[in-house]
């Protein structure tokens, strides 16, 4: 199970978003005790795009990244992201923001530019 602190790194949000995001009902969590636990399902559930199953679980485990962070380590604009994600890089949106996995991004990076990424270019 997932604290809010673990959900937060992983929407690259704040854990105050989060527990208010669990207190408007939308993000299911349990309580026990004082703190709040989440499940992978109830995480996943939040975000709009293809649901993880079998092996691809795993990458989706990941933290995502900003369309800032992806622009930061790719050394382009945040404009330039955008354009991608207008070509058809995949994101994640999670109450209105946009998220982007990035073994995801890695694998469109290198298949529609040729980009030579290593396996954990995100960190």
């Known amino acids: 199970m997932l604290t809010v602190e673990d959900a937060a790194e992983h929407y690259a949000l704040t854990p105050g978003t989060i527990r208010a995001r669990i207190r ?4 299911r969590a349990q309580r026990i005790n004082r703190h709040y ?18 092996r691809r679980a795993e990458r989706y ?15 382009v604009s945040v404009r330039t992201v955008e354009r991608m994600i207008e070509r058809g890089l995949p994101t994640r949106n999670i109450w209105g923001t946009v998220r982007i996995n990035p073994a995801d991004a890695r694998d469109w990076l290198v298949s ?10 995100h960190v």
């Open 112 to 121: 529609h530019h040729g980009l030579d990424l290593r396996d954990d270019w």
């Open 24 to 27: 408007a009902g939308d993000l």
């Open 61 to 75: 485990r990941m933290p995502l990244m900003t369309k800032s962070r992806v622009a930061a380590k790719l050394r």
């Open 37 to 54: 636990r989440l499940d992978w399902e109830d995480v996943w559930s939040c975000e709009q795009g293809p649901a993880p199953k079998g």
